[in-house]
């Protein structure tokens, strides 16, 4: 039997074919099925079931509008919905109660809507071995089937601090002795000669407006990364790569 879930502690999947893929996963933990009880028996619900009990993970089953209001997204969920536990998965309180003498270097997303985008960026921070990256429900977008697939499932194992809003968050941050850098294309600093404290959250922003004014505003250091041939700018999740390997990557004066 699967351990309870708390939204807090994991993310809700939804969608027969993702699934029927997670439930096949062995590695993940889910905690529990829920069907809509109009599904048509056989077929694809009939795997997804038998794939739940052969993990003894309850299911339950529900009227439509209850199942979208557990999916949150009743047009795509195709009456099937998954909690899944993320053992990383953490909030800002949780991480405001830590030790305050361990470092921790943070990836912010600030209005980076494109799923792939956040997919690919989730999927380069858990390959670096990054500390944590800070999500707000709003402005971001969703922890949805898109986001899983392009993070190539390394969603489920990520370190996501999640917030309601960013700017509120890393004002709590900052509070506590965060300091608050942002990566933008016309930023006076390179990224490479930052010499970056202990506790640092390094802000993203998105694919169209970049850093929000209120992040920006809260701002200790403007960081770019330095083009040549007259690139003007990176794609957001390029950029989160390279910041997330040079943050994790030792080096000799470190």
């Known amino acids: 039997m699967a351990n309870k879930w708390h939204p807090q502690n994991g993310l809700t999947l939804y969608g027969r074919k993702p699934a029927l893929e997670a439930l096949a996963n062995r590695a993940l933990e889910v905690a529990q099925l829920h069907l809509a009880d109009s599904n048509r028996p056989g077929g694809i619900i009939a795997q997804i079931i038998a794939q739940a009990e ?9 009227e439509k509008q209850a199942l979208s209001r557990i999916s949150k997204n009743g ?4 009456g099937v919905a998954l909690d899944i536990n993320c053992p990383r ?3 800002v309180d949780s991480l405001l109660s830590g030790d305050p003498s361990t470092p921790q270097r943070l990836l912010a997303f600030d209005g980076i809507t494109n799923p792939q985008n956040v997919g690919m960026i989730i999927r380069s921070a858990v390959a670096a071995g990054l500390d944590g990256l800070l999500y707000p429900k709003k402005g971001v977008a969703a ?8 993070s190539a499932g390394t969603v489920f194992r990520a370190p996501l601090i999640s917030c309601d809003a960013l700017a509120p968050a890393l004002q709590a941050l900052k509070a506590e002795g965060y300091a608050i850098a942002t990566l933008e294309a016309s930023a006076p600093q390179s990224l490479f000669s930052y010499q970056v404290p202990a506790r640092t959250v390094f802000v993203l922003g998105g694919e169209t407006s ?3 004014d209120a ?12 083009m040549s041939n007259e690139v003007e700018s990176l794609n957001v999740a390029v950029t989160a790569a390279l910041v997330a390997f040079h943050l994790t990557t030792p080096r000799v004066n470190d």
Do not use: C, E, M, T
């Open 210 to 212: 970049g850093v929000s």
């Open 75 to 78: 047009r795509q969920d195709q």
């Open 54 to 62: 052969s993990r003894n993970i309850p299911i339950q089953y529900h």
């Open 215 to 226: 992040v920006h505003q809260l701002a200790d250091q403007r960081l770019a990364i330095p």
């Open 89 to 91: 998965f953490g909030s």
């Open 143 to 150: 922890l949805g089937p898109l986001v899983i697939k392009a």
